[in-house]
Every structure is written in structure tokens, then in C-alpha cells.
């Protein structure tokens, strides 16, 4: 912004008055305005659909009869139906997405009425493995994960 003071009046004297030009503050509005609308569509298209379960009195169904819990590791993916534990260790220090991707369809093909997996991980659990596990579920054919504290996920 800019102020343009020019005498007027009598010589020698500064005006009171100034005029404020506000074309510079309007083009950057504009183009903040412009930044964070282009920005506002890439935040839709990278964005995983997950659902968090609250406790509440009312409306609360009885867990169903299968359960299958997902715990992402350090060292691997722990996958749990009911009470049964299976480890997908990683290969090579890399998760091994093909084994994992193959034990879920399995637990497909096992329970095809069930669309739920609950998944938590440890905290020191990277975000990219993390999503890959979220990934590898959703492409087995369980539309409905979702995401966990450790504790409710029976561990």
C-alpha cells in the first residue's frame, strides 16, 4: 500500500489529507483468495474415507460375531480375527503388501457378509505404512475401516 501526500493549499504546509492507494492489497487478496481455492481441491482428491466408532448409550449395536483387528508394526502387520493371531512379517525391511493383500482376501472369502476391520499401530508407525495397510484392506473388499487407539482394538 501506498499513501500519496501532495501539497495542497498554501506553500510550505502538508495537507492532513492523503490518499490511500489499495490496488496493491487488493491484488494480493486476490491472489491468496485464488491460492487457497486451487489448493482446496487437492486436500478432496488425496483424502481416505475412514470412520471412527464412539461408545454411546443410545443406538449402540452388539460388536458382531467376527471380529478382525489389523495392528501395524515396526516389524510387520498383526492380523487378528477374534482371538487368532497371524503375523505378516515384513521382507527386507519393506512391508510385504502381497502377503497381506492375499491373508485379507482370504478373511474375504472366509467372512463375505463382514465389510469391517479395525486397524491401530504402534506410535512410532510411519503414515505412508499406515496408509498402505489402509490401502491393502479397502482393496480386499472391506470398504469399512476404521481407525483405532491401540487398546479398543483388543491388544
Excluded: H
Excluded at 471412527?52 to 501395524?72: D, H, K
Excluded at 482376501?105 to 463382514?114: E, I, N, Q, S, V
Amino acid at each position: 500500500m501506498s499513501v500519496s501526500t501532495e501539497p495542497k493549499g498554501k506553500p510550505g504546509r502538508r495537507s492532513l489529507t492523503a490518499d490511500l492507494n489499495l490496488v496493491p492489497y487488493i491484488d494480493l487478496l486476490t491472489c491468496m483468495i485464488a491460492f487457497l481455492l486451487i489448493t482446496a481441491v487437492w486436500t478432496q482428491l488425496a483424502q481416505l474415507k475412514t470412520s471412527r466408532r464412539l461408545p454411546g448409550p443410545e443406538g449402540e449395536q452388539p460388536p458382531p460375531a467376527t471380529r478382525i483387528s489389523l495392528l501395524v508394526g515396526q516389524d510387520g502387520v498383526n492380523v487378528m480375527v477374534n482371538a487368532d493371531r497371524e503375523l505378516v512379517p515384513d521382507r527386507n525391511g519393506q512391508a510385504d503388501w502381497v502377503t497381506l493383500g492375499n491373508l485379507l482376501k482370504t478373511l474375504k472369502g472366509r467372512y463375505p457378509d463382514l465389510d469391517d476391520v479395525q486397524i491401530a499401530s504402534e506410535d512410532s508407525v510411519l503414515f505412508d505404512r499406515l496408509t498402505g495397510v489402509m490401502d491393502a484392506t479397502i482393496a480386499a473388499g472391506f470398504p469399512g475401516v476404521s481407525v483405532v487407539p491401540g487398546n479398543e482394538a483388543g491388544l
